[in-house]
């Protein structure tokens, strides 16, 4: 803290002690005379506690409204502050992850149906063959192996990380919630439910990934080195991949991009993956009691670093 702010906390402290000292002197001509003086003592220093806990609440609300470098806060160019939803190691986890399923997806559905025309057109008119396309598949399966074993390093070695899987498990909580956004869709319940970092939806995107990706995976290593599993084994593997697979993209076309680019509040796209920030009233909106929960803990830090050490307790009235 630098000298001009200590001198003008001093400032503060003595302002708060003489407006106290106004307040209880301009109420003793109203005051029985037969009252006691610890009494009032008592009194002169509550109302300098209250002064004092108003001065700080105003204090720490001119911080977070308005201290933009002490926070590290980020403004967006219409003005709003910024929260970082996302990191950049997790948002590189997912832009490798989104690059392999996507080539995935349109190498692997094609094998499934592969009468179909424009099965045909992807694999002989777009990768030039089948020997191009299943090369590309096994390409874009390093890519999902390394994000699984990335992913998983970050759950357990990174804070972040480890945080975030944390308030992923699902909770009771989260089935209230799946009821009353269907009650309040049917006009039932006046408002939907208040979220925290991740919602039901969010949970329900991210464990289908989680399940999808260990499926995906141990199937398709069977798949691909073959000469290694009994007959049975590749069987089972070879359904399993392909309805899973079908499964999953399914799951991406409908869930995760109505959840990311259809639904009306973030068409069409909501751009956390790209940059990993959310607006001030997207945080309100979407994730309100994350919301509360940082803006509470930014005052009370804000209020620990600037509580002024009054010696009110010794005062006299
Ligand atoms: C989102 C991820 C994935 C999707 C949607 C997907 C989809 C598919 C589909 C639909 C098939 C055709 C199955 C059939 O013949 O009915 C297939 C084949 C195959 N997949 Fe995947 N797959 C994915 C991930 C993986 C991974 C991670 C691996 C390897 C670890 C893999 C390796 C294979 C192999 C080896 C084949 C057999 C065809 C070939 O030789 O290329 N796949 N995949």
Do not use: C
């Amino acid at each position: 803290m630098d000298e001009r702010t200590r001198n003008l906390q001093t400032q503060r402290r003595e302002l708060i002690e003489k407006v106290s000292d106004n307040v209880v002197e301009s109420a003793r001509p109203l005051i029985d005379p037969d009252t006691k003086p610890e009494e009032l003592q008592k009194f002169s220093r509550e109302v300098t506690d209250r002064i004092q806990f108003e001065a700080n609440v105003a204090f720490s609300e001119a911080v977070t409204r308005f201290a933009v470098r002490k926070l590290e806060k980020q403004v967006s160019e219409a003005g709003e502050r910024m929260f970082e939803r996302f990191g950049r190691n997790f948002r590189f986890q997912h832009m490798l992850m989104f690059l392999s399923v996507i080539f995935l997806i349109i190498t692997g559905i094609p094998l499934k149906f592969p009468s179909v025309g424009i099965s045909r057109f992807i694999i002989l008119d777009i990768f030039g063959g089948i020997q191009n396309s299943t090369l590309i598949h096994r390409v874009a399966a390093v890519g999902l192996i390394i994000v699984g074993v990335w992913h998983l390093g970050f759950i357990i070695f990174s804070r972040i990380g480890r945080r975030d899987f944390w308030l992923m498990i699902p909770r009771p909580q989260d089935i209230k919630d799946a009821l009353q956004t269907i009650l309040f869709f049917l006009g039932k319940r006046k408002s939907g439910p208040k979220f925290h970092r991740f919602s039901f939806i969010e949970k329900f995107d991210y464990w289908a990934v989680y399940w999808g990706m260990v499926i995906m995976i141990g199937s398709g290593l069977v798949l691909w080195f073959k000469e290694q599993f009994a007959k049975g084994i590749f069987d089972i593997a070879r359904e399993a991949h392909s309805d899973e697979g079908l499964l999953a993209t399914l799951a991406i076309i409908v869930w995760h991009f109505y959840n990311v680019h259809l639904n009306p509040d973030v068409f069409p796209m909501s751009y956390v993956w790209w940059h990993g920030k959310l607006s001030e009233s997207d945080m309100k909106h979407h994730h309100p009691l994350e919301y509360a929960e940082i803006i509470e803990a930014e005052k009370q830090k804000v209020l620990a670093e600037n509580e002024p050490r009054t010696e009110s307790a010794e005062k006299q009235p």
